[in-house]
């Protein structure tokens, strides 16, 4: 099983196709998903460490977990994606949430100390939405006009850098303001995605405000009049606003449940939970209850309670099938 597998746009609209959800619901829990039911005899503790994009998500997931076993006490540290496979590969975390697939060299550690394939469990939707401070005119942005704002490489296609507001059509005095980048850093899963997916796998440029999480992202845009950045739409507050994306020549799409499900903005993608799942062994009771209710219609209203996009129930069963869960 290869990790670097893409999970791209297209994959995630044919997904919600294929789930039965139209783009004018795909933001609501699937009616198919069933009730998560409590079993007896869960206790003990579960780690996660991993995705900081996850973070808020794991903890509400957590409280929620409690409703139903408050005899499991669970921790949960959000440094960033790539803290998670080293630790599901060393077992100091049961869980490592993931806001991309692993890399090669991660899930090959993994296979190398276990013997077979790490798993990874999508368990959300999110989109990357590009911010800018909430006093800013601009309506939105190509890919690749981000592009050469956010790099110094323009793989993407740009005909030259842009370093000022003007360059992307604002007037008056914003003419001449210069542009303040903020970006995630490179432990970052959200990093590596938008370094992918919206640089064209460019570099960014040197002086970007590098920050050690999405919050910081968002309150770094909050502050500076000029700023940019990027993150998961379940981060945007007042102090911002998430432009409009598009292609060249195309249309400019708002970063929505409706645009992800259609195909239609550019940087959709799954979030993942990493496991060390056996194929020939059960998982472990508490880890099996918790993947269980995460994929119920409980953990799935979670999701969209914290801004995200749920899974459909055809492909929540499916996952939940890959596991030996059964979701009914």
């Not at 993994?110 to 601009?138: C, K, M, S």
Request: glycine share 10%.
């Amino acid at each position: 099983m290869r990790m670097s597998k893409l999970f791209t746009t297209a994959t995630i609209a044919s997904a919600l196709v294929i789930g039965g959800i139209g783009s004018a619901s795909a933001a609501e829990v699937d009616p198919k998903l069933p009730k998560y039911e409590r079993v007896s005899g869960i206790s003990g503790s579960l780690t996660s460490i991993g995705s900081d994009t996850l973070n808020n998500l794991m903890t509400l997931w957590a409280e929620e977990f409690n409703n139903f076993y408050p005899n499991v006490n669970i921790q949960i540290q959000g440094a960033g994606t790539s803290t998670a496979p080293p630790a599901v590969t060393e077992g100091t975390a049961n869980f490592g949430p993931m806001s991309r697939v692993m890399r090669d060299s991660e899930a090959a550690a993994f296979e190398e100390r276990h013997g077979y394939p790490p798993t990874l469990v999508p368990v959300a939707i999110d989109t990357i939405a590009v911010f800018v401070n909430r006093d800013n005119p601009i309506d939105g942005l190509t890919i690749e006009q981000g592009d050469a704002i956010f790099s110094s490489t323009r793989r993407c296609g740009g005909a030259s850098d842009i370093t000022r507001w003007g360059q992307v059509g604002l007037e008056g005095s914003w003419r001449n303001r210069d542009i303040t980048i903020y970006s995630r850093n490179a432990v970052s899963g959200t990093y590596g995605y938008f370094r992918q997916h919206a640089l064209c796998d460019g570099d960014f440029k040197d002086s970007m405000n590098e920050q050690p999480g999405s919050a910081s992202v968002v309150q770094g845009v909050t502050e500076s009049l000029n700023g940019i950045g990027y993150s998961g739409i379940g981060y945007e507050t007042s102090g911002v606003k998430a432009i409009k994306l598009g292609r060249e020549g195309g249309s400019l799409y708002v970063a929505n449940s409706e645009n992800a499900a259609s195909g239609d903005y550019p940087l959709a993608r799954f979030l993942y939970l990493a496991v060390n799942k056996h194929p020939n062994e059960d998982l472990a009771p508490r880890e099996r209850e918790f993947l269980k209710m995460v994929l119920s219609r409980e953990g799935q209203e979670v999701t969209v309670r914290d801004g995200f996009i749920p899974l459909p129930a055809a492909v929540a069963k499916r996952e939940a099938a890959k596991l030996g869960i059964e979701l009914k």
